[in-house]
Every structure is written in C-alpha cells, then in structure tokens.
C-alpha cells in the first residue's frame, strides 16, 4: 500500500506528501507573506526533540535551528518521550517562536524561544523571550504560539502534576498567556501587572484565530474524559480542575486527544470557509488502526458559539504509528503532520515522519 | 472484584511504566497494571498521571486517575 493510501479521505479532495525523512514533526507554522523564489522559506515544523525545520517554496527542507534541548530526551511514549519542541509561529518580519522544554538543574521548565534570520533558512540568533515556568517531561507542558495584533499567545500546559496551579493567578500554568514580542507584558492585559489573558486550563495543544470573530480558539486535552474546544475570552476562567467543560464550546466525553487545530478561510473554496478543522491525535504511540484519534474532524461553529456540524474529515487506515498531530492552512491547502510517520521512532534511530498536504481536487 | 482482566492483553497495551510517577521502586518489584490488580506499596510521589491517555483504561471506560495509589478499579 503507498503512504498515500493510508489516508481515508473524501472523493473531492487529494493528499499528497510534501515533506519527508522529518524526525518526530509536531507543529507546522506558515511564513505570512512568504517571498517569491525557490529558495525562500514557505513554512517551518518543530521536531519534538530539538529541531525546527524550515521547507522552502520548492519544497527542500533545510535544519533551521537545533540542539535546542538541554536533556537527553527518552524516548517512552506515552510518558516522559512526549515533551520537547512544541509550538511555533513566524511574525510578519521573518521572526520565528518556538515553545520548548528545558532543563534548569533537576527541574523541566517551560520557555518560548525567538529566532532572528537574515535569509529564513538559518537561526542565527536565539533570544529566551520567556521563561522558568515549571513544567513536566511529559504532555502539558507549553504548547501552541499565535500571534495577533503584535502579541504573542502562549498556551501553558497545567504540569500535570498540581492541576490546582490552573486557577493560581500567580502561577503560569494552565493558561493562555499575552505577552509582548520582546516578552514584557501588554499595559491592555486583563490585569496589566500579569501576562495572564485566561485561566483554567489543562493541556492546550492547538491554538487558532478565526478572522470572522477575531477570537482564539483553543483545543485542551481532558484527563479520563471531557477533552475540549473553547473560545478564548480575555479574562475568562475555563474551570479545570474542578470541570472541563467551563466555558467550552464543543467536549467529547470520550477522549480523542486534539492536537492541532485550524480555520479554513478560501483553501476549499466558499462551502467550507470559516470551518475548524481539528486534528485527534488518540494514544500517544499505537500501530495500525485504533478506537480513537489518527482523524482529522470538521466542524462548523455558529455565530452563538454552538458546533452545528461535525464531520470526520480525513482518517488513518495504514498499518503503522502515523497520526495527525500539527495542523496548519497554507495559501493552498491544508497541512498536517503525522508525528511517527509509517515506521516510527526509537532511540538512536531516524524517525519517517512527514508533512502531508490535503488540497480541493 | 477488579473489573479489569489481569490478561497478557492488558499488560501489553499498559503504559505505566512510562508514567513520570513510575519510580525505580516498581520498576524493581515489576509492578504495572495497576488498574487490575492494586495499587503499590512503594512510597509514591504523584508526578503526574497517565490513566487517561492509556488503551486498558479507555477500553473499559475508567475514569480515574493514579490506579497506582488507589488499587484495582471495582
């Protein structure tokens, strides 16, 4: 069977891969206004253990930074192999994000990282923007970065080892964070002492700004049940650990682990403008098919925050441990990636993790 | 009575041992399938909690957390 066959996809669309040989791909963020010219960066993936990849407009990929991890990581998924380099996002000005674990003596802390670039293929410089938030060497850790309106938004995982530090106005975990780009805090924050924007979450992997409510939209991972989309309203509480489903537009019960999520604007055409597409991940590490996850799901969200329509979009039926894990809409299509890819990762060896691309046939 | 198997099913698709709460402890005593059989008795530090991401436990619809310190679901 071809990799390609290994998604089930809807007969008015195609999927292609466009990027290969990527070692455990997490997140996909695209250049926005991305220069003419072969050579000229179009987006860049985070690799779960150190590495950002930048692929050009023709495709080629090139190693953007690496070493970014202090640790050796360890490779046990699910467990203490699933944190590293998460979230990443490009400002206008060429400027690239990334979240990321690190070690500080024997404790993992959380940090945002900004890379500067004359020519978009190369770091060459590395600034901590922000930092020493405890964390875990395992999920919940920092996740997503946007960027809107000049500030960046940070999704910070609760840790996972004291939920109760979601609802600690002094604590950063479990939170969706504004900060500035230099990392100083926004005088227009709900509290302009804090760089707090809301509270109350668990494990926010996905982030994305819909144009048609100018709102963050937010995916958060649930513990036994009750994993979550929500809308996030500056100062608002989203209630964990008490509930997931504080202020949440759409929960599924039972859990499918949202990792990436994106609004459609013209990619698709008209019909799906305006829709999320959301990326369950399932079991952090199984092979083949399984009851949860490996899918991407449709949903159309109404203008009173209500999920009126619902459907599986696009799903893995090949035999190995690929997923969709980060989800991005380029100028044209949707782009995924599928974490382990056909063969999987184990220590010391190459990961076949991929980029694919779902485009309207 | 446990109402999870205690079957080499199970124990393949258990994830504790790359929970952050797994120590060197149980690692040694080869505890694992908490959920079957009990909860250990090597002194815990709640590190964090994998129940809700694992196969055994989605299958049969648990909905707790740290079966390492709580014992068998009933």
């Known amino acids: 069977m071809s990799q390609e066959m290994s998604w089930k996809i809807q007969k008015a669309f195609r999927i292609a891969k466009v990027a290969s040989g990527?070692?455990?791909?997490?997140?996909?963020?695209?250049?926005?206004?991305?220069?003419?010219?072969?050579?000229?960066?179009?987006?860049?993936?985070?690799?779960?253990?150190?590495?950002?990849?930048?692929?050009t407009n023709e495709l080629k990929v090139f190693t953007f930074?690496?070493?970014?991890?202090n640790y050796e990581p360890d490779y046990k998924m699910p467990g203490t192999g699933e944190s590293g380099v998460i979230g990443i996002v490009v400002h206008e000005n060429g400027d690239v994000f990334a979240s990321m674990l690190y070690r500080d003596e024997k404790a993992f802390k959380n940090r945002v990282v900004k890379f500067t670039t004359k020519d978009g293929l190369k770091a060459e410089k590395a600034e901590t923007i922000l930092d020493n938030i405890?964390?875990?060497?395992?999920?919940?850790?920092?996740?997503?970065?946007?960027?809107?309106?000049?500030?960046?938004?940070?999704?910070?995982?609760?840790?996972?080892?004291?939920?109760?530090?979601?609802?600690?106005?002094?604590?950063?975990r479990g939170k969706i964070l504004r900060i500035n780009l230099d990392g100083s805090i926004p005088q227009d924050n709900p509290?302009?002492?804090?760089?707090?924007?809301?509270?109350?979450?668990?494990?926010?992997?996905?982030?994305a700004w819909r144009k048609s409510d100018n709102h963050l939209y937010i995916s958060d991972n649930g513990p036994a049940v009750d994993d979550r989309i929500a809308k996030i309203l500056p100062g608002e509480n989203y209630g964990w650990p008490a509930s997931m489903r504080t202020n949440s537009i759409f929960v599924w019960w039972y859990t499918e682990a949202p990792t990436g999520i994106d609004f459609a604007e013209n990619q698709f055409g008209l019909e799906y403008k305006d829709h999320l597409f959301v990326a369950l991940f399932g079991y952090a590490y199984v092979e083949g098919k399984t009851d949860k996850g490996k899918k991407i799901v449709e949903m159309v969200i109404d203008k009173?925050?209500?999920?009126?329509?619902?459907?599986?979009?696009?799903?893995?039926?090949?035999?190995g441990p690929a997923s969709v894990c980060g989800l991005a809409f380029g100028p044209d299509g949707l782009y995924f990636t599928d974490l382990h890819g056909e063969v999987g990762m184990k220590k010391g060896e190459k990961s076949g993790g991929n980029v694919w691309k779902i485009t309207k046939a | 009575m446990a109402k999870i198997a205690d079957t080499e099913e199970n124990l393949k698709k258990c994830i504790c041992t790359g929970c952050p709460s797994y120590n060197q402890c149980m690692k040694d005593k080869i505890q694992e399938l908490f959920c079957a059989r009990s909860k250990t008795d090597c002194e815990l530090t709640r590190n964090g909690c994998l129940c809700g991401a694992c196969p055994v436990a989605s299958e049969n619809r648990l909905d707790k957390m740290y079966y390492c310190q709580i014992g068998a679901a009933e």
């Open chain 1, 304 to 319: 009173r925050d209500n999920v009126a329509y619902l459907n599986e979009f696009v799903r893995y039926v090949g035999e």
């Open chain 1, 22 to 55: 990527l070692s455990l791909p997490v997140n996909i963020a695209f250049v926005p206004n991305p220069k003419p010219g072969k050579t000229a960066p179009f987006f860049y993936v985070t690799e779960l253990y150190g590495q950002i990849k930048v692929v």
């Open chain 1, 65 to 69: 930074a690496d070493k970014l991890l």
């Open chain 1, 134 to 172: 405890p964390s875990i060497n395992a999920a919940h850790q920092v996740q997503a970065l946007t960027i809107r309106e000049g500030k960046l938004f940070v999704n910070v995982g609760d840790g996972m080892i004291d939920p109760e530090v979601a609802q600690n106005d002094n604590d950063l």
């Open chain 1, 191 to 207: 509290n302009p002492k804090s760089s707090i924007y809301a509270k109350g979450l668990r494990n926010p992997f996905g982030a």
